[in-house]
């Protein structure tokens, strides 16, 4: 099952399921990253990026997952 992420920021989210991570490396449990949402995730942050470098300026980034 997923980790029970509280609604964060993106950073908090990063952070989370990084410890998540290393918590199932820790006790050689299988993680439980789902990475289609990941996926989704990085490409709205990349897009967010990009979109702020074109403006010169900071961009609201709506995360979907």
């Known amino acids: 099952s997923a980790p029970n992420l509280p609604a964060a920021g993106p950073l908090d989210q990063i952070k989370a399921e990084l410890t998540a991570f290393l918590d199932s490396a820790r006790t050689r449990e299988r993680p439980s990253a789902n990475v289609t949402d990941s996926g ?26």
């Open 40 to 65: 989704v995730v990085l490409a709205e942050i990349m897009e967010a990026l990009y979109e702020s470098a074109r403006l010169g300026q900071p961009v609201s980034l709506n995360v979907s997952a």
